[in-house]
């Protein structure tokens, strides 16, 4: 599977409250030639969601306001088909369980890099 070419055809949505985590991600998409909307906060996303679907949406855990977990359940009922990650510092076995039972497909704690990413890309897109 060529990931790349893969991902130019679907949106991507990222929201973290870090914005060094935001830059460099969306620097990464972005040269290797895919779309990537980065927001501050889940409820951010939300409105994002209002006006636009997206394909893949990775979210922190830990967010300002709503956390990450909390977004995934408000978006569930309507994003069954989107692919999502959760990325945190703060994994834990009930967590990971509770994000899975939102939908989420795969979990990257932190530190991760931008393979770390690809890989979950590459198994949750085949």
Not at 81 to 97: D, N, P, R, V
Not at 108 to 126: D, N, W, Y
């Amino acid at each position: 599977m060529n990931l790349f070419a893969t991902l130019k055809e679907k949106r991507l949505l990222l929201i973290d409250d870090d914005e060094w985590i935001r830059d460099s991600l969306s620097l990464f998409f972005e040269l290797q030639g895919c779309s990537l909307v980065a927001l501050e906060t889940a409820e951010e996303g939300l409105k994002e969601l209002s006006r636009k679907s997206y394909d893949i949406i990775v979210a922190d855990y830990k967010l300002p306001g709503m956390n990450g977990l909390e977004f995934f359940k408000r978006i569930a009922a309507f994003y069954r088909h989107t692919i999502k990650i959760c990325i945190s510092a703060y994994g834990s076995a009930e967590l990971i369980a509770e994000a899975r039972k939102t939908g989420v497909g795969e979990f990257i704690e932190k530190p991760f890099t931008a393979g770390s990413i690809e890989a979950s890309l590459v198994r949750l897109l085949q």
